[in-house]
Every structure is written in C-alpha cells, then in structure tokens.
C-alpha cells in the first residue's frame, strides 16, 4: 500500500484526534463508560474460538466508527487478502509473506511467481511428520544406539521465540520421554547450563537459521559440534537443520540426520507454524499435537481474512492499538496472562511486534510522521501484581492485554483455601484488576488514591488445547500486520537490526586479531569500544 498523503492529512486521521479531546473529557473517564447500558455486549466479540472484550478501553461508539472509518481509508483488509494470496507486500525485500500459508489445510492454489507453494509447504509437513515418527519409534537413533530424549534446539529471535512460547505453552501434553532445550544466547552460560541438564548420547541437536550465518548460531553449533565430538560422538548423527535450500546448513559435504527447508517468503518471527517449529515441535509433542496446532492458527487466520471489519478479532484490536498509540499517547502495553504456561507468551509478542512495526518510514520511503510499534513486555498473573502493578495502578498508565483460560490442564487438584480453590482464585485476580485500573478509588489519602481510567482488554481462551494456542499466535500475528496496513509500514524487514550486528563484526575482527597477536593493542579503535575491549582482554585468555 502507498498512501497518496501522510497519514495526519488523512480526514479520517484529524477527527480521531479530535474525538480524542472529548475521549479526555472527565465525563469519559472509564468508571462512567463502563456504565453505559449494554457495555459489554457492545464492546466485546467473540470469533474463531476467542472471545474479545474491550469494554474497559477508553472508546466509544463514536471512536469505533470513526477507527472503522480509518480502516476502511487504508484499505487494510485488502491488503491483508493482498497478503495471503501471495502477492509482494514486503517491498523492501521483494517477498512475499506466506506466513499463513505454512498452516493451511486447503486445497486452494497460493501462486508465487506463477509456481503453487502449497505442495512444497505439504511435503515439508509431511517429512516432519515422518522424522517424528522414526524418532518416537527408535528408528532413527544417536550414534551409540540410544534412543533420543533430549532435544535442543540451537537458533536466535524468531528461530526460537514462537517455538519456545508454544512448547511452554503445550507442556502439559509433551511426551514423557522428550525434554526441549533452548539454546538461544551466545552466552557461554546458556550453553554450560544445557551441557549439564543432558545426556549427549541420547540428544538431537536442531539448528535453525535460514542462511546459517547467524553470528550467535554459528558459534554455538560450533560449541556443540565440538562438545560432542569431546564426547566421542558422531555430530553426523545428532544433528538436525532447518534452513534455506542450499545454505551451508543444506549442503551434502557436512552430512546430519535430515535437513529441512524454509521459505524466503515466511520471515523469522512469523515462522512457528513452518519447520522452524514444526521439527522440534512434533519431537516434543508429538506430529498429531502440532497438527491441531496449526490447525487453530489456521482457523484465525480464516477469521482475520473473512470477517467483516466490524466482527474481526485481531483488525479490532489493531484499531484500538493504534487509537492507544497515537490519540491516546500511550507508548507501552503489558500482555498478562493468567495461565503460567503462557509465559512465554509475552517475549514472543514483544520480538512479534516490536521488529515489525518498530518503523519510522513507510512503504514508499517517506518519514511516517507519526509514532509506530508499542513498548511490548508481561509477566503471568498473579506474579505482574507482585512485581509492576503498581506502576500500573498508581503510576504511568499503560493499556493491557489480560488472558483468562477458562479451564486448567490441571483441574483435579481442587484444595480450598479461603473458600476457593487455586484457579478460583487465580480467577478472582483476573476479574478485580482490569475492574481496578479502570474504575480506580477515591480516597482521602492521597497515597490510597487510585486514579482509575486505565484501559485494558480482556481475551478469553477455554482451555490450553493445541488449538487454542494457534488462535492466539495467529490472533497476535494478524493484530501486528493489521497495526502495520493502518500505518503504512513494512512489518516484514527487519533493518533496523543490522546496525549493530555490523559494528559487532568489527570488533570481533579485532578481538581475533588480539587472540592470534597478543601484542596487538587496539590502537585502532575508538577510546571507549578500547577501554572494554582491554577490560576483556586483562582477564579473561583463551
């Protein structure tokens, strides 16, 4: 999409800002919002297996319309259709963004270049699903003849992330004889603490990274190559990769178990439901556990597609982001879950939407003129009331998402204390807090004053089924490209990230340069990068 004017001359634009003023008003504070007859029923949807409630955010029907309006002027639900059949909407790149395609279930053609990914996307799946078994059932085995319990899984950022938050997520059905690792951060530690929880012969090692270069990757499939070989193993026969076709991770002459391939069209943070998380998701869950999965993301994704603008889960709540974002000023948002296997929930969003719409240009080049992308961070429920709620309640004001699961993996425990139970309780909290920070307290001290007019938004889920968990990545996924149409931004290049990783390749040159001449004296480099880089070099020798 290539707006014809910045998006603040855009009428629909200026009279968002101005209803925001009356948004401010006092009489709007969200205690009498929330008041209004049929709040609920009006403010809160419910689709594809997940019920949306957004009667605590500070809008009304006026401020929906005129989001809706905003919509409509973008054309983003064109561009999202533009999105999923294929067509070229990472301009920067020149790719496309067939996230959604890695789980689909029909027999609908996606042409790219004229050529139909879908068979290609199905062969995948199917391989996973045959590597799977053949592990599950000990046909294929480490080089000692030990069955494989032990997965880990060695990738950066996107590569890790989605799959960690669904694994976390899905533990309570992972089979009894795998164990998952993460071997994300470069960090020595990380990779000491893996070495010691493991049993080497009875582990297979996945590395994932599309051009297998990745600085932190490769020197950590370095460490475990060479840690295994230490232990008199074959690497050949414990390793596993997922990369691009033909990448060095690809190649014949440095022989593994089985390699499979990513897409250029499916970008890192958008890649769970590809064979980023499918190898060391059907290992660890079993191939029938990833399959609901997908199918869940898939049933989403259908739903963000379909729905009219009005009903639709994820294009709602990118409109009332962005009303969050750039009328109501907000910079940040919290995602708290009240489900501890959500926890991972939150870094993978904060990776999701962040290196997305973290953009300060539009799609043609221009200064976006305007704010994009939100401060993401969360932590489960009850434990974000015991460590930043306070800020929440008292401090800078910060929208929120809460998630409820109505029922438990582990609902036969049902101790009474206080006249409830664990998930009652658990329960309790959810209802009070987003009732808290949006009606606040009078109170004459003014240290025991709650301010109140604090927005939230509460997102149900019936239980942690594998389906259950494909709604919510494909509900977050869609929420993030749906912000990224209003604004006009590209959510699918990364640039911003490149930087640093190139000032980091100069100072590595340098401090290879120190470990092969230990009278080199990093003369040639800056006073402070020196001043560290001698820090380092006194007392830690290799």
Known sequence: MKPSSPITDLPEWKSLKKHAGIINRKNNHLKCLIKKKDRLENFSLKGAGIFYDFSRQRVDAQAMMLLLSLAEARKIKKCFKNMTDGKRVNNTEKREALHTASRS?????????GKDVMPEIISVRNKIKKFASDIHSGKI?????????????????????????VASSLKHLALKKMKIHFLSN????????????????????????????????????????????????????????????GSPGDDPSNPVIASFHMFDFIGGRYSVTSAVGGVPLA??????????????????????????????????????SVWNNNFLNYPAQ????????????????????????????????????????????????TNAQHSFFQLAHQGRPFP????????????????????????????????????ALSSGKDDPDASKYFPGNRPSSTILLDDLAPENIGRLLSFYEAKTVYEAFIWGINPFDQYGVELGKKLASGIRS?????????????????????????????SYKI
């Open 186 to 245: 470069v960090d020595i530690n990380n990779f000491g603490e893996i070495a010691a929880a493991i049993d080497p012969e009875s582990t297979i090692w996945i590395v994932i990274s599309k051009s297998y270069t990745t600085s932190e990757t490769t020197a950590n499939t370095n460490q475990a190559y060479q840690f295994m070989k230490q232990k008199g193993l074959d690497p050949a026969k414990h390793f596993a990769t997922v990369t691009s076709k």
């Open 105 to 113: 279930f029909s027999d609908d053609p996606i042409p790219v270049n």
């Open 334 to 381: 919290a995602i708290i879950p009240y489900a501890s296997p959500l926890s991972k929930l939150a870094p993978h969003v904060q990776q999701l939407n962040m290196e997305s719409n973290g953009k300060y240009v539009t799609n043609d080049g221009r200064p976006l003129g305007v704010t994009a992308g939100t401060i993401i961070f969360g932590e489960p429920g």
């Open 400 to 435: 929120i998402d809460f998630i409820g699961v109505i029922k438990p993996c582990y609902g036969r425990y049902k101790s009474i204390s206080k006249g409830v139970t664990n998930h009652q309780e658990l329960w309790a909290n959810l209802i009070a807090q987003p009732a």
């Open 141 to 165: 085995k480490g080089s000692t003849g030990k069955a494989f319990r032990h997965i880990v899984v060695i990738g950066i950022g996107g590569s890790y992330l989605g799959p960690e938050f």
């Open 283 to 320: 290992l660890y869950l079993g191939y029938d556990v990833f399959e609901r999965f997908l199918k869940g993301a898939e049933e989403m994704d259908i739903h963000a597609k379909a729905a009219q603008a009005d009903v639709n889960l994820p294009l709602v709540a990118a409109l009332i």
């Open 510 to 538: 340098k401090m290879a340069e120190k470990n092969k001449n230990p009278d080199y004296s990093f003369e040639d480099a800056d006073p402070i990068t020196r001043f560290y880089l001698n820090k380092l070099s006194e």
